[in-house]
């Protein structure tokens, strides 16, 4: 089935440092969607993106749809300790008939 | 709104025994999905519906049945249970007719011995 690469696996990073993450894609998708998930809980919907070239904030988080339409990019600013966790990226293709494709996720990890 | 729920959170079964695990949302949204996470790999979807009586399988469906009567409930059924089937299973919903901007549940974390 269709695969999305996510990059990195884990990320260690300072407070106050500034992250960035990526997903790719073989395949062209329509939509791409960036989750954050706690120990315990289901993902939370953090950025959501339709069109190619978007670029959408949430707070610190800044997301952009790649002009290729093959990725997609999340940035978080000025990281602080809530920030850690799972980040996924999930994208649907015009082949996906209603099924996101998911990503394996990075997991961020904040030093003391 | 109490949003997406699912019970139970735990669960343990012996391999053959079958079990519903239940997923409620009070948002009135039409579209509806289970999916199981395993260790280190993304959310895989099992099946998926549009609307009440509406279902269709997803990447794993093998081994789950769902139903869908109302626009609130979409049950997944295990028929006889694996030990391939321990995993973290989540429901979810959104407002959109596909998996737009999906709202999660917590999760049912359940263990096939």
């Known amino acids: 089935g269709q695969q999305l690469n996510q990059s990195p696996q884990s990320m260690f990073i300072q407070e106050g440092e500034d992250v960035s993450m990526n997903c790719t894609s073989s395949s062209i998708f329509n939509t791409w969607l960036w989750y954050k998930q706690d120990p315990g809980e289901g993902p939370v919907l953090l950025i959501a993106?339709?069109?190619a070239g978007e670029l959408t904030s949430n707070g610190r988080l800044t997301a952009q749809f790649g002009i290729t339409r093959k990725d997609s990019f999340l940035n978080i600013s000025a990281s602080i300790p809530s920030d850690v966790g799972i980040y996924f990226c999930a994208g649907l293709s015009m082949d996906s008939n209603y099924q996101l494709i998911w990503g394996a996720g990075t997991k961020l990890i904040i030093k003391p | 709104n109490a949003g997406v729920t699912q019970t139970p959170k735990f669960q343990v079964l012996k391999t053959g025994q079958s079990m519903t695990l239940q997923c409620a949302q009070d948002m009135n949204h039409e579209y509806m999905s289970w999916y199981r996470q395993d260790p280190g790999m993304g959310l895989r979807l099992i099946h998926y519906?549009?609307?009440?009586?509406?279902?269709d399988q997803g990447e794993v469906p093998n081994g789950y049945n769902v139903s869908r009567s109302t626009t609130e409930d979409f049950p997944l059924r295990l028929l006889s249970a694996a030990p391939s089937q321990t995993s973290v299973y989540f429901c979810?919903?959104?407002?959109?007719?596909?998996?737009?901007?999906?709202?999660f549940g917590p999760g049912t974390r359940l263990t096939v011995t």
């Open positions: 519906s549009v609307g009440a009586g509406i279902t």
């Open positions: 979810a919903s959104s407002a959109y007719l596909g998996p737009y901007e999906q709202y």
């Open positions: 993106l339709y069109k």
